[in-house]
DNA sequence: CGCGCTCTTGACGAACATCAAGCTCCGTGG
DNA sequence: CCACGGAGCTTGATGTTCGTCAAGAGCGCG
């Protein structure tokens, strides 16, 4: 157990720290779910963590890296339904959801840790609160969704795209993976086209324009914001749907 | 409490056989339910259940009507996020997530019975599984924004309106709210519009091409679908997403 | 050196928004 | 009884956004 736990709290504190965000999280409650914890794995980019139709028998947090929540379509395109970074609890929905309605891939290399859901049970049977905190992630997810559904009927691509930036690094932000207005960032046009839902012919003329209009610079994988309030200002970007209160749930 | 009662179970009915669609249903966590309902209040057309930044200190199931989520712009457009039925628990969400980052509407009239948080939380600390099936219902929620969230992205508008009237259909039929292919559909073209994502003149276009491949018709509130089989097809519909299958979680 | 992946650019077309007008239906008040 | 008005539905004309097709450039990698 102690080979076990090897490095495996610190993994873990990103997590930790998305949860004391929003609420407080006792010593018993921590412990619970490094005691849950199985076993590490990485991929490499473009492999899929879970594939739709699967049928999981634990769920997946991340520690390392950019991951995808996507769909494809018979035709070949695809739509991304979120972009999941470092300490989000990945498919913590498949522990009820059980069947896989969606594929989850790897953006960049990743690294996990997973949860064996009979374990995640047992911990929804001794600890309400912390189950609590855990149905609260999965709620602000659904609240992306939302945010992500809302920008696909009221914005430009060029809006949606100023958004997803904006989302990006406030949630890298609050965490302390990212500081300066700048963030790793070494995905594809391509996968942004589909998170963005437009094609990558189009993204391309979108990232040039907010290259140009001086907003953003991305290069090598390193983006880069200038101008944060015009950022925010074109995306018309509100940080209430992430949920960042800490208050008693 | 034989006066609170009076009626309550009978209402309750359609949202104990949502569950019941996934998970068998205890005696006591269905008399748990009962016991923390509360207030029954009916709303008119067009009036909001939950606006945008309340801070509800109860939750809302819906009894009777439908209601939609939605999200509002500031140059004055509406984007739909979820359309709700009758045994919906339609926001449960602000239990755990507090302060709402979009408003609840009645598309008709609407009738619902109101659970206060403190009540709820209650039900987490005392009945783990009851516990975990609520969760479930506001995982498929999250299921359905991304089944949208998907459509938006790789459908057509016409696609999208025919995978919404599948949607519907499914929702109420497996509830015996439905039945013989046809449902009351009374909202009007502006709403729905406001559904797919697209303006009111273009709706009314798809609904037109949608009547004359005859796949449906819809006059007086009552949609009518002539080839299901067809519908499914245009829309390139699955019900997975919407989880029916019945198994322990 | 050559291959493949990503990014870039131009030309053209399709899907959908917007603007504008007229329609039907229905309730209300005279 | 009809006039009026409003809400919702319908239709046409025009413009914008974005998709698709096609080609080429830069670059890392074997």
Redesign the interface.
């Known amino acids: 157990m102690a080979e076990h736990m090897t490095g495996l709290t610190e993994q873990l504190q990103t997590f930790f720290g998305r949860i004391r965000l929003r609420d407080t999280l006792g010593e018993e409650e921590e412990q619970a779910l490094v005691e849950a914890a199985s076993e590490r794995i990485t991929f490499a980019a473009g492999e899929d963590l879970v594939t739709e139709g699967d049928r999981p028998t634990r769920s997946i947090l991340l520690t390392r890296g950019y991951a995808c ?1 996507y ?1 494809l ?2 035709g070949g ?1 695809r ?1 991304l ?1 979120a972009i999941h970074l470092p300490g989000d609890f990945v498919d913590l ?1 498949s522990l ?4 896989m ?2 594929s989850v891939g790897a953006l960049t290399e990743c690294a996990i840790i997973t949860f064996p859901h009979d374990r995640l ?1 047992r911990v ?2 001794r600890l ?1 609160h912390l ?2 905190m855990l ?2 992630l ?6 992306c ?6 920008g ?3 914005l430009s691509a060029a809006q949606r795209t100023a958004h997803l930036i904006c989302e990006i690094y406030v949630r890298l932000e609050v965490v302390g993976l990212a500081s300066g207005h700048k963030f790793n960032f070494p995905i594809t046009q391509a996968a942004l086209a ?1 998170a963005v ?1 437009i094609s990558s012919v189009h993204i391309n003329r979108v990232v040039q324009e907010l290259r140009q209009r001086d907003l953003i610079s991305w290069e090598n994988g390193l983006l880069t914001i200038h101008d944060w309030q015009a950022l925010v200002a074109t995306a ?1 970007f509100n940080d ?2 992430l ?1 960042l ?1 800490k ?1 008693q ?1």
Chains 1, 2 share one sequence.
């Not at 009820?96 to 069947?99: A, D, P, T």
């Open positions: 929540r769909r379509q018979k395109g739509q339904m929905h009820l959801i059980k069947e309605d969606h049970v929804t049977e309400p189950t609590r149905w609260l999965t709620l602000i997810d659904a609240s969704h939302r945010e992500w559904l809302a696909m009927g009221l589909d839902g018309d209430r749907y949920h209160v208050e749930r």
